[in-house]
C-alpha cells in the first residue's frame, strides 16, 4: 500500500489541514508550541513531497526546539492526550499496527527520536550511500500524521 492510499483511508488532505489547524488553536502553552512544531513539521514535508525539495535541506529544517524545551521544562506529554493509540485510529494500516497501545507521550518521543536520527545520519553519511533518507523522510511524515489523528479523536 502507497504513501496516498494509506492515508486516503485515513483522512484527506484538506480535511486533516483543518483538523491539525483546530487541535493547535484548541491548545495552549507547551502543548500548543510542540503541536504547532509538529503542524509546521508536516506542512515541510508535504512540500518537500510535492515539489521534490532536496533532502538534505529538508531534514535540516525539521524543527525539535518547543518539543526539546518541554521536554526541559519537565512538561508532562500525556497532557497532549490521555489516551493510548486505538486500532480505530490506525485504519486497518499494516505499517501502524506496531503502534496500538501506545502512549501519546511514547508515540510524540519516537517521531522526535526519528528527527534526530535523521539530522545524525544526514550529517554522518553525506554522500548517502547507504541510507534511503526519502523513505525515511516519508515514514516519518506518515508517524506525524498519525499522531495528529490520535491527538484529534
Same mark, same amino acid.
Given at each position: 500500500m502507497d504513501f496516498n492510499q494509506a492515508f486516503s483511508t485515513i483522512l484527506s488532505v484538506e480535511k486533516l489541514a483543518k483538523? *491539525?489547524?483546530?487541535? *493547535?488553536?484548541?491548545?495552549?502553552? %507547551?502543548?500548543?508550541? $510542540?503541536? !504547532?512544531?509538529?503542524?509546521?513539521? $508536516?506542512h515541510l514535508l508535504f512540500l518537500a513531497q510535492n515539489q521534490q525539495l532536496p533532502v538534505r535541506k529538508v531534514i535540516e529544517k525539521?524543527? !525539535?526546539?518547543?518539543? #526539546? @524545551? @518541554? @521536554?526541559?521544562?519537565? /512538561?508532562? /506529554?500525556k497532557l497532549i492526550k490521555r489516551s493510548r493509540l486505538k486500532n480505530e485510529t490506525i485504519k486497518e494500516v499494516p505499517q501502524f499496527k506496531k503502534y496500538v497501545g501506545w502512549s501519546t507521550e511514547r508515540l510524540l518521543e519516537n517521531i522526535y527520536?526519528? *528527527?534526530? &536520527?535523521?539530522?545524525? +545520519?544526514?550529517?554522518l553519511d553525506p554522500e548517502q550511500k547507504s541510507l534511503n533518507l526519502q523513505i525515511r523522510l516519508e515514514n516519518l511524515l !506518515?508517524? +506525524?500524521? #498519525? /499522531? +495528529? &489523528? %490520535?491527538?484529534k479523536q
Open positions: 483538523t *491539525v489547524e483546530r487541535v *493547535v488553536k484548541n491548545s495552549k502553552g %507547551h502543548k500548543r508550541a $510542540i503541536l !504547532r512544531e509538529l503542524q509546521e513539521n $508536516i525539521l524543527e !525539535r526546539k518547543n518539543y #526539546l @524545551a @518541554a @521536554a526541559d521544562a519537565g /512538561f508532562n /506529554f527520536l526519528k *528527527v534526530k &536520527q535523521l539530522q545524525d +545520519m544526514a550529517d !506518515r508517524l +506525524m500524521l #498519525l /499522531f +495528529m &489523528q %490520535h491527538v
